[in-house]
């Protein structure tokens, strides 16, 4: 069976489809028996890779950003619901890194070389990584609820900013804005009620390209890292967004770091969510993630 490459054409705002033939002409070289498929829409990478697990075309390569390695991910993870495998690790899959900020690619230590990314899908040299999941959506890099979706969405009005200047104009805008929500935040016996301005969770340590949320997170310990802060003041959010820039947020008293298998939120006024840099419920009340441990087997460098 050939393997499955998925490509976004827009990600990196259409950096992807320019870089196309460069990333065939890598995988013939490779030696890479393949079929390539674009996508045409938001979503169309879970069809497509949900489609062509459930017909044992693997591995399920994705070619894009973090948005497209989850929506492969989401659609490998449907495939195996349908099909009703046992919860082994499922794949593989590879990765491309074409996108904006690739964080999960540089968690796992993948090269943006397309040469040396084509060679490590042909060795094809696997690790066993965890994966988020909320409220049914899978997502293996972050996902947030409250003031980060906001930014999400901000960012995607951004079409004229390239490159992660785009997230920190978008954060910039975010924080000016400043929503709040009141509600509940549980995990293991703890409980938080109060007043907050976001909660992050993280299976990897980076999200947006430079902004270091859950710095401590691991892809591969079985567990969620995530934080929360209550509602603060412009100023304060604008004096602690450089330090989200290196993960020394966690340390200042606002900001509460935690650890768990299970975490569930509960607002009074709806929240966004995002899942890997992707809005899918935009009006929440009630959030549950959950970590799937050791359920995704990736393609990654032997030094890996």
């Known amino acids: 069976m050939p393997a499955t490459v998925i490509l976004n054409p827009y990600a990196n ?96 230590g993948i090269p943006r070389d397309l040469d040396e990314v084509a060679q490590m899908l042909v060795e094809g040299h696997t690790t066993v990584i965890d994966l988020g999941r909320v409220n049914g959506r899978y997502f293996d890099n972050n996902s947030a609820v409250g003031l980060e979706p906001m930014i999400t969405i901000e960012n995607i009005k951004l079409k004229w900013l390239k490159g992660v200047v785009r997230y920190m ?83 200042e008293p606002e900001v509460h770091e935690h650890r768990t298998q299970k975490l569930t939120i509960r607002t009074q006024t709806p929240t966004p969510i995002q899942a890997d840099g992707e809005v899918f419920e935009t009006a929440a009340t009630e959030i549950v993630y959950e970590v799937v441990p050791g359920i995704l087997r990736v393609i990654v460098p032997k030094q890996s």
């Open 169 to 251: 104009v978008s954060a910039l805008i975010g924080i000016v804005k400043n929503p709040t929500w009141d509600g509940e935040v549980s995990w293991d016996d703890e409980t938080y009620t109060g007043s907050l301005s976001l909660v992050s969770v993280g299976n990897t340590n980076r999200t947006g390209g430079v902004f270091y949320m859950t710095p401590n997170a691991s892809v591969s310990d079985g567990y969620l890292d995530f934080v929360f802060a209550p509602a603060m003041r412009h100023r304060r959010l604008v004096q602690m967004l450089p330090k989200t820039q290196t993960g020394e947020h966690v340390h």
């Open 13 to 108: 705002r259409w950096l992807s489809r320019k870089r196309k033939p460069e990333l065939e002409a890598a995988l013939k070289k490779a030696g890479l028996d393949y079929v390539l498929h674009e996508t045409n829409a938001p979503e169309h990478g879970i069809a497509v890779a949900k489609e062509a697990a459930l017909a044992g075309n693997f591995p399920l390569i994705a070619a894009g950003g973090d948005g497209t390695f989850s929506e492969v991910v989401n659609g490998l993870m449907q495939a195996v619901t349908t099909d009703n495998l046992s919860t082994e690790a499922v794949g593989p899959v590879g990765f491309v890194p074409f996108g904006t900020a690739n964080d999960l690619t540089d968690a796992l």
